[in-house]
């Protein structure tokens, strides 16, 4: 286990301002579908990252164009850090069909495969095997300079799935990075009820493979981390786990009454948020004014309402679009005849 709180190197200006810029639009997206769901327009449930911005933001940003990446429950962050077009997100959360999943998948699906982004999943520690399967492509095809991050929780860590991976991915050599995001609560439970050794990151040594940590709240500490432990995954060609420290001040999801934690404790941590943090180190280091920061902010606010102009005028998925997407492409015959053969596609009714 290793940590790095290396601030030496030296930063493009235009890249601070990026990754500011996105942790806002991260933070107001997250407002305004809360706004949204409110409103009825949104469907089912979300889980909101406000307070882990720079998780998403920070290992996004660390990773590139190519790699592989699956996104968790908790998964907008994960998506917008990485480059998902926030308009395509926006149509997905509201069901239209210009959503990335064509307005059929919602929250928790959303996908992105011209970027590399396998999709989000709902399924709590599904992320390990669905990387080792991406990975092993990965090493099976040669392909050079790739990696797959799939992101996890601390409840996650301890689910049979992902330490079956982590072990699988350890005797295969696969190129995994187990991106875990310790917002120290699965659900209502506090990772000290959940297990006696809180030091997640000890998870790697077990299966014989490295781990780094850092203050998930710094977005430069995340993408320092996440950056040199990719190229240690590249370099070795074997998993890494990166343990990323953070706390999510919005409830787990839409019925949360936060009952389990105090108001102080998420007071506290409001002050620790990402944005706050970053916006202190900017102004301090005389990187950018209040100004060039405020100007920042509206940039986002203008992007997230760019999105739901979008996604507002984007029709609903149409009945004969039922079972696209639905089934893989060569398994589309077999179960029914899928959109073309115009079998139990709706187009009867
Ligand atoms: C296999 C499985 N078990 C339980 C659930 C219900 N569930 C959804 S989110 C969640 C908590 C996950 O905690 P963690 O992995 O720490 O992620 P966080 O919500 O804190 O981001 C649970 C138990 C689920 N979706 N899937
Ligand atoms: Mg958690």
Redesign the pocket.
Known sequence: MSEISDRSLSYDREFLRELMVRMMTVNRFEERIHELFGQGLVHGTM?L?IG?EATGVGTGAALKKDDYMLA???GHGHALGRGVDIRAMMAEMLGRAGGTNHGKGGSMHICDFDNGILGAN?????NGPIACGAALTIKMKKIPDRVCAAY????????G?ILESMNLAAAWDLPVMFIL???????S?P?ERAVRNTDLAQRAAAFGFPAWECDGNDVLAVYETVKKARDYVIAEKGPVLVVEHTY?TSG??KSDKNLYRSQEEIRYWEEQNPIIRFRSFLLEKGIFSQEEIDGMGKEADQAVQDAVDYGMSCPEPFADSLERDVYAGEYAGVYGGGFDAGFGTGREA
């Open positions: 889980h990252c882990e968790t429950h908790r709902g399924i709590v520690g599904a996890l929780g601390d409840g996650a860590s301890n689910e799935a995001t310790n917002n120290t609560y699965g659900l439970t990772i999510r787990h999801s």
